[in-house]
């Protein structure tokens, strides 16, 4: 799927790939409408905290796990490209996505149910201090199984995936409200400010007050 967005996140342009996972007749009817307007709340949050994220520190992401939703609610999960281009110099930027569905083989059913159920767990409670072996009791692995699942068929360690959804909430949290910088740390499972701030900084290149600045919230 290819989608590409304005600075205040309408789409400009998308493939028919795109439109067909939205239940679209036609691009007409997705392009000048927002991520909002066809996925779930939580979603929607999270793209776009992921955009404000690349529009105000340029940094590129390439293939994180990525959860897509269709128009009927089911889930499925995708690697995603998100990057800023440029038509001319001086030009106002563009965000360009590119997703390809994450290779999930169907004989491996049994361990993409419990991966499911273990990234539900990290999805749905974000403000929880969640712990590997919490996602491997999800799942119904253990701790060693899981973390092998989940780098074999994602790509990517339980813990990245915890820490990752914090953020995704975190992000989203920081541009929808005026919570305090404590509040919003309490919320993603973090009970100092001071690690949840030198956290953020780290996946997203500022500090949580500073990202919350250069979106004007």
Partial sequence: MVVVKDRDRRYLAVNDMFVRRLKRRNKGEVVGF???DFFPPDLALAYDAEDHALLHTGRATHN????????????????????LHYAEPGAEP?????????PLPASQAGTIAGLQAAIDLATKTPDRSLRVSDLAEAAGMSTDALERSMQRVLGVSPKQYIM???LERAASIL????????EVAAKCGYYDQSPFTRYFRDGVGMTPGDYRSAIGK
């Avoid at 541009?175 to 404590?182: E, I």
């Fill in 34 to 36: 927002t991520a909002a």
């Fill in 64 to 83: 994180p796990l990525e959860i897509v939703t269709d128009h009927g609610g089911r889930r499925d999960w995708f690697l995603t490209t998100r990057v």
């Fill in 94 to 102: 563009i965000i360009v996505c590119v997703s390809n569905r994450a």
């Fill in 164 to 166: 990752r959804t914090r």
């Fill in 175 to 182: 541009a929808t409200t005026s919570l305090s910088l404590t």
